[in-house]
C-alpha cells in the first residue's frame, strides 16, 4: 500500500466493487452514461495533465523493484484514485477495463477520458510491433462519451509488424477525427538490438523523423494531438510538428529529480501543452504518489505561465 494516510479504496469500497462487477454488469453502460464530462479538454491554464494507467492491458506489469507492481489491481487503483484526487490532474488516459473500474468507483466525474486503443503488441512479444487494436475504437468512444483515444505506434524500419501498425493508426486517426474526437498519437522509434531487445531511439533525427510521420497520418491532422518523450534537444524535435504535444513520463529512472528536470525542459517547447504520466507518478521511490504528482504539477504550472502569458501578449496587440 501506498504511504498516503488516507486510503482511497478501503475494504468496503473495494467489495463494492467487486460485487457490481459480479451482479450488475449494466452498471457500467450506466456509468458511462451518467459521467459528468469536462466540456473542453485544455482547461483554464490551457494545458493537459493526464494520468495513464494502460500499462497492463499490453502486459507491461513491472515497476522499479517490483516486476508484478502493476499486477496487483487494488493497489493500481489507489495509486490512480490519489492522483485523481489532485486539483491539477484533468483526467485519466486507460484501457477499457481501468476507465470502467474507475468509472464505478465515481473518480471520473468531470474529468477528460482518453481510451487506449492498441494494446495487442504485448510487451516482450516477438511481435510487439505488429500493435493491434484491441481496445476501444472511435466507434466505442464516441459511444462510451470518452474525450478521446490514443494509440502507441513504435516504429522499427526493420520490423514487418511496423506498417500494418502504422496503416491502422491512420485509420483510428481518421475515425477519431470523423466523430469529433480528439486522436492521441505516441510515435516512438525503435531499433531491435542483436540480443533481440528494444532499444527507444531519443536522438533528434529519429524523434523528428517519428513526429513528421506520425502528423500526416489519417485524412486530417485537425484533432491529432502527439504524445513525446523527454528528449536532449527538444528545440529541434518538438520544431518538427505545429500539433499540439503532450510529454510522456516513460519508465521511472533512478532519479525522480532527473527525470522532473528532463520533462521540464520539454515543457518549454511553444507546442508543448501537457503532461501524460504512468508509473513513473504512481510508483515513485518511497511511495509518495501525492507528492509525486504535485511536483509534476508544479513543473506543469510553469508550462501553463508561459502559455497564457503568450496569450496576453497575443491580446494586447490585437488590432
Given amino acids: 500500500?501506498?504511504?498516503?494516510?488516507?486510503?482511497?479504496?478501503?475494504?468496503?469500497?473495494?467489495?463494492?466493487?467487486?460485487n457490481l462487477r459480479a451482479t450488475r454488469p449494466e452498471a457500467i453502460a450506466e456509468a458511462y452514461?451518467?459521467?459528468?464530462?469536462?466540456?473542453?479538454?485544455?482547461?483554464?491554464?490551457?494545458?493537459?495533465?493526464?494520468?495513464?494507467?494502460?500499462?497492463?492491458?499490453?502486459?507491461?506489469?513491472?515497476?522499479?523493484?517490483?516486476?508484478?507492481?502493476?499486477?496487483?489491481?487494488?493497489?493500481l487503483l489507489r495509486r490512480v484514485l490519489i492522483a485523481l484526487q489532485h486539483r491539477d490532474v484533468d483526467g485519466l488516459?486507460?484501457?477499457?477495463?481501468?476507465?470502467?473500474?474507475?468509472l464505478l468507483l465515481g473518480a471520473l466525474e468531470g474529468k477528460v477520458v482518453i481510451g487506449s486503443m492498441n494494446r495487442g503488441g504485448l510487451y516482450g512479444a516477438s511481435w510487439t510491433m505488429d500493435d493491434r487494436f484491441t481496445g476501444y475504437d472511435a466507434a466505442s468512444i464516441r459511444n462510451?462519451?470518452?474525450?478521446?483515444?490514443?494509440?502507441?505506434?513504435r516504429l522499427d524500419?526493420?520490423?514487418?509488424?511496423t506498417a500494418?501498425?502504422?496503416?491502422?493508426?491512420?485509420?483510428?486517426?481518421?475515425?477519431?477525427?470523423?466523430?469529433?474526437?480528439?486522436?492521441?498519437v505516441e510515435p516512438l522509434p525503435y531499433l531491435r538490438r542483436e540480443d533481440g531487445s528494444l532499444e527507444l531511439l531519443r536522438d533528434r533525427a529519429s524523434l523528428a523523423r517519428a513526429i513528421t510521420v506520425a502528423s500526416a497520418l489519417g485524412t486530417t491532422s485537425a484533432r491529432t494531438w502527439l504524445k513525446l518523450p523527454a528528449c536532449d534537444d527538444p528545440e529541434v524535435v518538438f520544431a518538427a510538428t505545429t500539433l499540439p504535444c503532450v510529454v510522456l513520463g516513460g519508465v521511472p529512472g533512478p532519479d525522480p529529480e532527473h527525470d522532473l528536470a528532463s520533462w521540464s525542459l520539454a515543457l518549454r517547447q511553444p507546442g508543448v501543452r501537457g503532461?501524460?504520466?504512468?508509473?513513473?507518478?504512481?510508483?515513485?521511490?518511497?511511495?509518495?504518489?501525492?507528492?509525486?504528482?504535485?511536483?509534476?504539477?508544479?513543473?506543469?504550472?510553469?508550462?501553463?505561465?508561459?502559455?497564457?502569458?503568450?496569450?496576453?501578449?497575443?491580446?494586447?496587440?490585437?488590432?
Avoid at 35 to 62: E, K, N, Q
Avoid at 157 to 161: K, N, Q, V
Avoid at 299 to 315: C, F, K, P, T, V
Fill in 144 to 153: 462510451c462519451g470518452l474525450e478521446g483515444g490514443k494509440m502507441l505506434l
Fill in 275 to 319: 503532461l501524460v504520466v504512468g508509473r513513473a507518478l504512481l510508483y515513485p521511490p518511497g511511495g509518495d504518489v501525492a507528492g509525486a504528482v504535485d511536483a509534476a504539477a508544479r513543473a506543469l504550472a510553469a508550462s501553463s505561465a508561459r502559455i497564457n502569458g503568450h496569450a496576453h501578449e497575443q491580446e494586447a496587440v490585437a488590432p
Fill in 164 to 184: 500494418p501498425t502504422i496503416e491502422a493508426c491512420a485509420r483510428a486517426v481518421s475515425g477519431l477525427a470523423d466523430e469529433g474526437l480528439l486522436a492521441m
Fill in 93 to 102: 488516459l486507460g484501457s477499457p477495463d481501468v476507465v470502467e473500474e474507475l
Fill in 33 to 75: 452514461a451518467a459521467r459528468r464530462r469536462p466540456g473542453r479538454i485544455v482547461g483554464d491554464r490551457g494545458t493537459l495533465f493526464l494520468v495513464a494507467a494502460d500499462h497492463p492491458a499490453r502486459g507491461a506489469l513491472a515497476v522499479p523493484g517490483d516486476p508484478l507492481g502493476m499486477a496487483d489491481r487494488r493497489e
Fill in 1 to 18: 500500500m501506498t504511504s498516503d494516510r488516507v486510503d482511497p479504496l478501503p475494504d468496503d469500497r473495494w467489495l463494492e466493487l467487486l
Fill in 157 to 161: 524500419d526493420d520490423d514487418p509488424g
